[in-house]
């Protein structure tokens, strides 16, 4: 819908689709009839375009395109070129975004001005596409190739200031946009409009374009291999500097088709709308986002400041809100509040914030190392170290000191919710918050509600992720919960295929070729295998095992030699400069594969009588993989996690899985169901002592249905296959 009202001689088009103004059908329709209108009107001397609500348009609308009616008339190139053609003066007046269609609207426009904090961008890389209502070849001619290749292949938002520089802006204005556009609207009326189409301009840099492009495919190819959009946007940017716009538009819209209907393209959008769903939680019994009212945070605390601690205590104090910090002695303290202070005074030093700006957010920042002083805070996160007896003590000590109606809650990677509950008075008011490291830069929040979370504690805890900058997702209590739940199997598969014939680098290979950054066994360099050999000890030690004796953990997957090995030889990972690889030196980033650790592997084989053989690339990934995408299914099948879209942003957010891929539970459903069903079923056989290779009854159910069963109604199988 586009609102056409005049006022005097001027038309003033308000695109009005709340909340974000994407250019669905009808606001196509009411701009291009509404340019038509004002066209024909003679008392209309020139015409305004802006955006109702919070924003000017933000790109088309993306729901559309599996529809289809992204291409019914008008679309949006033929929105651009009415615009761009209408012999009246029209003024893009931007405030909020415009992004994506919504920029390529105002580059259809005459003149554009925009707010003191506006943005614009073309983000379509981000969704597998590219600008395809002209953007690639507008923008090019308005400020050159040099910055459009910049900003079409980063898909980043640029500020007013910086527009204004490029000249995507011809003015910024304080105040109303609207009445300002209007101003400026009467101020070019009677301007001629010969040299303000941007089709009919030259490119400014066309001398440069082979050089530029070269390099821009170059550094595409690099930095983002793989991935289809960044390529074709160089590609459609190259044309616009060698072709007149009428024949560049249609190779964009070739070069736009082949995207769209690309797989890239569906899990990018599909990851775009599963990211946005994820705080719409709802539990058992019907309770949800919509129907709990938040109790407001105005204060919160931190118990340890530990590197997971430290980082935490950041994003409180980011969002603006009082945050106490706690540790048990001076020394741990002044750890703590040095690495704050060392990470603040880092921005300052890198001009991500200023001096006063991180003085003041320290200033909100309370050391202590009472616990008294946490009588009054709203919400207090316990970071301490991953031990249960340890957490039941401060759990029970902060039920005694917090007021009664403060929520506590854990950030356990792994640990029993119930279990730390049970240490205080308030179950309905324990959760665990699972942060990711590093806490302060990681977007994805795990929140694990307990049996007796109540909602309330719920719709507190996910409002309160929100307003320090993360992404909530609710799951349910079980070891690992869904995230470190998944990864065990894919950790134990990836050490198991050490034992069979493969080498650490070798697996490692094969996950960072799909898509993953870092590999299993470089994880768990980085993490440390003390840290792991520890968490496999304790495990072991509450299921009563020895966690060094194969016959009573090899069944839990708790069975790792080779890294019990290297822990025993104090190769303790990056942290020692050895662990599955050698490093230049302790604490270097650079992997080397070392022999020594082939010998430690082959003398282990030797011991246990294994005989090695050749691992074939698609086995380490079916085994490392499947495993990791079955137990998801398990954790959909007991309602740990509610939604698979939850499963994959838990793991595009946390685990580094490749967002073009749409995360592990999209990508099942790309490989197809019954073909995944019968590999895992495969390995069951051959591993049969093995649990995490048990076929999720879900995934059994789903890969029998007749027809592929879409990922959004895959939730009403799992309800009947969990009562199985
Ligand atoms: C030819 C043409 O060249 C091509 C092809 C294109 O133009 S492709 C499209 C290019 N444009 C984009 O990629 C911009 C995508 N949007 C954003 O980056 C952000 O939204 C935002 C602008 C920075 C605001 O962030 P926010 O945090 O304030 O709100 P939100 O929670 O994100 O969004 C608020 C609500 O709006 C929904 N929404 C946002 N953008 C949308 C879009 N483009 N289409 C449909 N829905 C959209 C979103 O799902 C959410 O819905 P719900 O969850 O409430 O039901």
Known sequence: ??????????????????????????????????????????????????????????????????????????????????????TKPVVAAIHGFALGGGLEISLGCHYRIG?????????????????????????PRVIGLKPSLDIITSGCHVGAKEALKLGILDKIVQGDVVTEGIKFAKSVQNQPLHGRRVSTMAVPDVSQANALCNSAMAEVKRKSSGLLAPVACVKSLRVAAQTPYKDGIKIESALMLQLMTSGQAKALQYAFFAERLASKWQVPGGA???????????????????????????CILNAGLPCILVEANQKFLDRGIKMIQGLYAGSVKLGKMS???????????????????????????EAVFEDMKLKQEVFGKLDKVCKKDALLCSNTSTLNIDKIASATRRPDRVMGMHFFAPAYYMKLLENIRGAETSPQTVATVTQLSVKIGKVPVLVGNCHGFVGNRMMAPYTTEAQRLLEEGAYPHQVDQVIEEFGIPIGPLKVGDLTGLDVSWKITREVSRMLGLDHTKREDVEPFGLYFPVRNALYEKGRLGRKTGAGFYKYEKAGSKVAIPDPLVMDIIDHHCREEGI?????????????????LINEGFKTLEEGIAARPEDVDIIWLLGYGWPRYTGGPMHFASQIGLRRLYGRIEYYHNKYPDRDHWTPSRLLKTLSQQEHPVPLAQWGQFASTTSRL
Do not use: W
């Open 1 to 86: 819908m586009a609102d056409y009202r005049k006022q005097g001689d001027v038309a003033v088009l308000h695109a009005n689709n709340p909340p974000v103004n994407a250019l669905s059908y009808h606001v196509r329709q009411g701009l291009y009839d509404g340019i038509e209108a004002a066209e024909k009107d003679p008392s209309v001397k020139c015409i305004v375009i802006c955006g109702k609500g919070k924003t000017f348009p933000v790109g088309a609308d993306i729901r559309e395109f599996a529809s289809g009616s992204a291409k019914k008339f008008p679309n949006l190139i033929e929105v651009c070129d009415k615009i761009e053609a209408c």
């Open 115 to 139: 707010g003191t904090s506006c943005k614009v961008g073309f983000p379509e890389v981000n969704i597998g596409v590219l600008p395809g209502a002209g953007g690639t070849q507008r923008l």
């Open 288 to 314: 949800s986002h919509a129907t709990v009212t938040p109790r407001p945070v105005k204060s919160c605390a931190v118990v340890g400041g530990g590197y997971m601690g430290s980082g935490i205590v950041m």
């Open 355 to 381: 001096e006063q700006d991180a003085k003041k957010t320290l200033s909100l920042l309370k050391p202590t190392l009472r616990y008294e002083d946490l009588k009054d805070v709203d919400v207090v996160i």
């Open 611 to 627: 005989d090695r053989r050749r691992i074939p690339p698609q086995e380490i990934y079916e085994r490392c993989l499947y495993s």
